[in-house]
């Protein structure tokens, strides 16, 4: 059974750093797609930033500059939060994609106070 597991979040004050971290255990094809998404209350969830098999790169706008996606190995992930802001309180959530299926963490609380 394949399990995406999200570690790393918690409560941090404006201006300060977090790292996620994505970890993906299990049988799975080769991972081509590492996604992280946000999702704040009342809102919709959304994507911020993703990794292909390449080593391609994508950022919303929100977060272009501070936050950095690497590739720690074929089955993990990190998310480098760098200048956190109040806004970008939400549950964080991972997905992974191999050729034929998506899995989801289920998701880790971050909380910037100001």
């Known amino acids: 059974q394949v399990q995406v597991v999200e570690s790393g979040g918690g409560l941090v004050q404006a201006g300060e750093s977090l790292r996620l971290s994505c970890v993906v255990s299990?049988?799975?094809?080769?991972?081509?797609?590492f996604g992280w998404y946000r999702q704040a209350p009342g809102k919709q969830r959304e994507l911020i930033t993703d990794?292909?098999?390449?080593?391609?790169t994508n950022y919303h706008d929100s977060v272009k500059g501070r936050f950095t996606i690497s590739r720690d190995n074929a089955k993990a992930v990190s998310l480098q939060m760098n200048s956190l802001k109040p806004e970008d309180t939400a549950v964080y959530y991972c997905k992974v994609m191999d050729y034929f299926t998506e899995y989801w963490g289920q998701g880790i609380q971050v909380t910037v106070s100001s």
């Open positions: 990794i292909r098999s390449s080593g391609a």
């Open positions: 299990g049988r799975t094809y080769s991972i081509n797609f």
